[in-house]
């Protein structure tokens, strides 16, 4: 079993920046693939970034290429989302997720382990 646990969500204006920290417990953190996913209101759960269990390898959805950053501290269990350069189209639920498989996805059935979710809204 595995706990994930989001923090970093707030209200920012448009073109600022937010970092987003999932701190994970009880099962091998380095040995699992780990994403970030965001959902709005009435919308499905959307794919925003995923990395290799080594954190060499990151895939991000194009609408956040160039803006947003997936990192990862195995020694510390987390995985941070660095967002700059905002957008009110931007402002969603946004979830942290965990595979059991090294392998890196980007969809969210894929993903075994999920977070509570923290609010991120983007004001014009």
């Known amino acids: 079993q595995v706990q994930l646990v989001e923090s970093g969500g707030g209200l920012v204006q448009a073109g600022g920046s937010l970092r987003l920290s999932c701190t994970a417990s009880?099962?091998?953190?380095?040995?699992?693939?780990m994403g970030w996913f965001r959902q709005a209101p009435g919308k499905e759960r959307d794919f925003v970034a995923a990395i290799s269990r080594s954190g060499r390898s990151t895939y991000y959805r194009d609408s956040v290429k160039g803006r947003f950053t997936i990192s990862r501290d195995n020694a510390n269990n987390t995985v941070y989302l660095q967002m700059n350069s905002l957008k009110p189209e931007d402002t969603a639920v946004y979830y942290c997720a965990a595979r059991t498989t090294m392998l890196v996805a980007t969809t969210a059935a894929e993903y075994a382990y999920w977070g509570q979710g923290t609010q991120v809204t983007v004001s014009s």
């Open positions: 009880g099962r091998t953190f380095s040995s699992s693939a």
